[in-house]
Structures are given as structure tokens and as C-alpha cells.
């Protein structure tokens, strides 16, 4: 065999490790595409963040059995804008137990997505409410604890600052008898027509009618009443808007309250000017008539909204004995609309009207009705209201005074006029419902440990791609030293003035090769163990609420 057929045969060597195909794209391509993906997806997560809160209003103690009602608002937060659930579907849980309580679209013309529910006969104890909200193909889950009570509780009121609900009312003397002036709710708002109720009695209490002539200062000019009579029980009413916070009504021959503790000759009396009766009024964006202030138990209770701004959404939640029972909501398109409740128990109950999702503590009009029962009739239900207006000092005489006449033949008297001003007279307070859930806690809370999460394995990953690479190359390192040292002892060995390898100055050379090497090697591992371990600290310290 020549020379040539056993080059011919001969394997090639092996190539050189850096040579190496795999070797190269591993570091050239792989590890730096590894990185770049890493430090991609950092930053896009570190660029993540909630574009929206959600806020659910709901009583923490919810009656067993009973209904009740929740409202949900979505906000968009980079726009400020309202937006509305595609659907909500809501669970109590209670013991690890889940139960439907509802599950429907959301609503088509609000800013504010309401539910109303019978609450399940859950033992009373603490539960969880857990809402699922879909919205703009998203999903949210957020969660409130609730208490389930086997009654309701006495109801905590808010009364605005502009009210005073244990002031007097404004009164005058006409000759031996009396005569005051009474609003719906806390005062009749100005710019908006109102009801005002005029009742007159004697010095004890009981009603009397009168007719006298009338006067009127701020108010809107138009057809104006020019006396006022009222009625069997005492009792009138007008609607008027009033224009200013000075509003008053001169009855002809009125005289102050102070009158009274004149002589009985009159003489300090005479002397006196007409005393105007000043009721109260108040700046308020919103008002309200209940047309049927006594509704049958197959009858809705209608009402006439007026409000200052022209159009815009409508609240109306609606509470009994204490507990918020049902919510509604619309969108008007003008000052003026006309509303529709269906009362879901009997008995007096208390609407409260406002344009605020978030039960604006001012802006809101409260208004009391009374949804008679099964075989109930309108008497029954007016002699209800009348002995709840006993409790009351300022009405307990003129209440039991008309108790007291027989109510039942409805002659001399309007049963509407008389069961309205009696509810009236209920007014103290109005209840601002809670929050249950801010959503952007929840979240933020929820966002950020996913995103340490997610970036601490990032950093382990680039940690350990910069310790495979260390690895990788010192290992290289090493290789190509022992290659290179076994060509240099070839060549030596080939030398003729070198006998043998084994000498004093070949070892001392070979351990100086290889601690130089094992210092390049380690050198090289802590500077590629350090950049990587700069890397990620540097995506570790990208916060993840950055925009």
C-alpha cells in the first residue's frame, strides 16, 4: 500500500472544537436569540399594567332571602371614560358552597351596569360575593366579603350639610290658628319645580281648613296661585320652582309665631307687618313627584324626574328598612323624564334618585312611597303613615288629630295629597352606599407579584444561559490550550536537541500552561458571570408599573 492510499484511507481528524458548526451557532446565534427573547419579554412585561378599574357598590350585609341589588362601573383609566360590562355573572359563596344569584348582559344606555337578586336562605355568617365581569373581550374576576344577616339592621343615614332635618318648621298665626309651610325631601332645589305643602291648624294641633290670599317672593313668574285653601285635613299643595334661596310665602293676615305671647287685647299684634313663611331651599341638581304616593300591590310607582342638566344617566335606588332592595338606571335624553319602579316588598320605602354612579352625597333627591299589600286598601295604608307620623313631636298632634276623623268616606280631603305630605314627613337622611370592591387594589396586588414572578425567572434563566456560556467557553479555553500543548510537544519531540520530554523545564512549562489557563478560564467565567448577572439585575429593576 503507497503512501497516497493511506492518506486516502486515513479518517480525517476531528475539527477543532470552535470549528464546530453547533459550537458556533450556539454562540453566535442561539445564546444571543436566547437573550434578546429574554430581555425582550422583561421589558414587555415590565411594560404591562391595568388600563382599567372596576368599581362594585353593594351593602356588606345582605338579608337573607330577601332581594337586594349591587352596581357595577368600569372606568378606563388612560381616557377617564365610562365602560360598560358585556355581561356579569355573580356567585355568594359561602363554606366553599357557590351560588348563582345572577347571570345577563349588561345594560344598553347607561354608564353603570346594575343587578338586582333575591340573596339565597344562607345561614347567617360571612360569605364571599364573586363577580365575573366580561368586557371589551376581557374577563375579570374580583371578589368582596359580605355578611349574611338573618334581619335587617337599623340603617345608618347621611344627612348633607345644608340640612337640618331637627330644625322647626317655618310657621305663622293666622288670627287663633297656625299655618306652616313644608318641602318634599330636605328643600326645594332651586331652578327646579317642586312641591310645597301648606298645613293649618289650632293652637292644639288639630287641622283646620282655611283659605286665605297669598303672596310669593323668588320665584319663577308665571300663573301664580293667588290664595291658598286647604283642606279637611289641613292640608294644600302647589308646585312651584323657585329661583333663589329667598323664597317666601305671604299669607294675608299672617303674623310671626312670636305673636303669641302677646296680650290678649291684640294691641302688640296690630302693629305687626305680614310675616312671610320661609321654607327651605337648597342647591340641588335633580327633584322628583311620585305620582301614586300609595300604590296598589299590582300598580308601579310612577315618577316625575326634573333635572337641572339636560340629559345625561339616571339612578334610582330603592331601600327598605334599610336594606337596598332594587336598583334601576336610564339615560335622559332632556331635564325631564318619567320613571317606573316595581317594588319588590310592601310597606314604606324610600327611593333615592341621583345622576352619580358613585352616589353622589349632594347631588341626589330622596323620596318616600308606600306599596300597599294584598287586600290593602288606601286608607289602611294613609292610617299607616299617619301613626307613623306620631313618633314625631313636630306632627304627633295634627297626626292623631286626623287619625281620630273618619278617614274611610275620603270626603273633605285627597287621600294622594294626604299620603303624600305624610311621607314627606319621613325625611332623615339618605344612605350612601358602600364600596364592596375597588378593583385597581386587587390588581395592582395581583399585577405585581406576576410580574416578580415572572421576572425572577427571567433573571434565573439569563443567570443560567451566562453560566453555560461561562462553562461553554472556558471550557473551549481548555481545549484549545491542550491541543495547542500537545503540537508544541509534537514539535519539540521532533527536535533534535531535545532527547526526551520529560525534562525539569517541559514540566515547569506545562504547569505554567496550565495555570494559566485554569486563570484565564476563571477569569473568563466571573467576567461572563458578572455581565449576564448585570442583566438581571438590570431587568429585575424594571419596575412593572412603568408605562
Not at 318634599?184 to 305643602?197: I, M, N, Q, W
Not at 305671647?261 to 299684634?269: L, N, P, Q, S, V
Not at 295634627?398 to 276623623?405: D, E, I, K, P, V
Not at 471550557?475 to 510537544?489: E, N, P, Y
Request: glycine share 6%.
Amino acid at each position: 500500500m503507497s503512501t497516497s492510499d493511506f492518506e486516502n484511507t486515513a479518517p480525517d481528524p476531528p475539527p477543532d472544537f470552535f470549528s464546530r458548526r453547533v459550537v458556533r451557532w450556539t454562540l453566535f446565534i442561539a445564546f444571543p436569540l436566547a437573550i434578546f427573547i429574554l430581555v425582550s419579554a422583561a421589558i414587555r412585561i415590565s411594560q404591562l399594567g391595568i388600563d382599567h378599574s372596576i368599581f362594585v357598590y353593594g351593602q356588606k350585609r345582605v338579608v337573607a332571602g330577601w332581594p337586594a341589588a349591587l352596581r357595577v362601573t368600569l372606568v378606563d383609566d388612560p381616557t377617564g371614560q365610562y365602560v360598560l360590562p358585556s355581561s356579569l355573572r355573580g356567585y355568594l359563596v359561602q363554606n366553599g358552597e357557590r351560588q348563582l344569584i345572577f347571570d345577563g348582559p349588561g345594560p344598553a344606555d347607561s354608564v353603570a351596569l346594575t343587578r338586582n337578586y333575591k340573596v339565597p336562605a344562607l345561614n347567617p355568617g360571612p360569605a364571599e360575593l364573586e363577580l365575573d365581569v366580561r368586557f371589551d373581550n376581557r374577563r375579570r374576576t374580583v371578589r368582596a366579603a359580605v355578611e349574611i344577616v338573618a334581619a335587617p339592621a337599623e340603617e345608618g343615614l347621611t344627612i348633607p350639610s345644608d340640612t337640618n332635618p331637627k330644625k322647626k318648621p317655618s310657621t305663622v298665626v293666622l288670627e287663633e290658628n297656625r299655618a306652616q309651610v313644608f318641602t318634599e325631601d330636605r328643600g326645594a332645589p332651586t331652578g327646579l319645580g317642586s312641591v310645597f305643602f301648606f298645613r293649618t291648624s289650632d293652637p292644639s294641633g288639630h287641622p283646620v281648613a282655611l283659605e286665605r290670599g297669598i303672596a310669593f317672593s323668588g320665584l319663577r313668574q308665571g300663573d301664580l296661585p293667588q290664595k291658598i285653601t286647604t283642606d279637611r285635613l289641613g292640608l294644600a299643595g302647589v308646585q312651584l320652582m323657585p329661583i333663589d334661596m329667598r323664597l317666601g310665602f305671604t299669607l294675608k293676615g299672617a303674623r310671626p309665631v312670636s305673636s303669641l305671647t302677646a296680650d290678649e287685647t291684640g294691641r302688640a299684634d296690630s302693629q305687626q307687618a305680614d310675616s312671610p313663611l320661609h321654607p327651605p331651599v337648597i342647591h340641588s341638581g335633580i327633584s322628583a313627584v311620585v305620582q301614586n304616593p300609595i300604590a296598589r300591590a299590582d300598580e308601579p310607582v310612577r315618577l316625575t324626574i326634573n333635572q337641572v342638566a339636560n340629559g345625561g344617566p339616571l339612578y334610582a335606588d330603592l331601600f327598605h328598612q334599610g336594606q337596598w332592595i332594587q336598583s334601576t338606571s336610564a339615560w335622559l335624553s332632556s331635564d325631564r323624564a318619567s320613571l317606573t319602579i316595581d317594588p319588590p316588598l310592601a310597606g314604606i320605602s324610600r327611593v333615592q334618585l341621583t345622576t352619580s354612579a358613585f352616589a353622589s352625597a349632594r347631588s341626589v333627591a330622596v323620596r318616600h312611597f308606600y306599596k300597599l299589600a294584598k287586600n290593602e286598601t288606601v286608607t289602611s295604608g294613609l292610617r299607616t303613615l299617619l301613626r307613623r307620623l306620631t313618633r314625631s313631636s313636630a306632627d304627633q298632634s295634627w297626626a292623631q288629630a286626623a287619625l281620630a276623623l273618619p278617614l274611610d268616606t275620603g270626603e273633605g280631603f285627597d287621600h294622594r295629597l294626604a299620603a303624600a305630605f305624610a311621607l314627606s314627613r319621613l325625611y332623615a337622611g339618605h344612605c350612601e352606599i358602600p364600596q364592596l370592591v375597588y378593583s385597581r387594589n386587587e390588581d395592582d396586588a395581583e399585577l405585581g407579584a406576576y410580574k416578580s414572578r415572572f421576572q425572577r425567572m427571567i433573571m434565573i434563566a439569563i443567570l443560567s444561559l451566562g453560566l453555560g456560556i461561562a462553562i461553554l467557553v472556558t471550557f473551549l479555553g481548555v481545549t484549545t490550550h491542550r491541543r495547542q500543548a500537545r503540537v508544541s510537544m509534537m514539535i519539540m519531540a521532533d527536535a533534535p536537541e531535545l532527547d526526551t520530554l520529560d525534562t525539569p523545564d517541559n514540566e515547569r512549562r506545562a504547569r505554567t500552561a496550565r495555570w494559566t489557563v485554569t486563570i484565564y478560564g476563571i477569569v473568563v467565567f466571573f467576567a461572563l458571570a458578572c455581565a449576564f448577572i448585570s442583566i438581571a439585575i438590570l431587568v429585575d429593576s424594571m419596575t412593572w408599573w412603568t408605562k
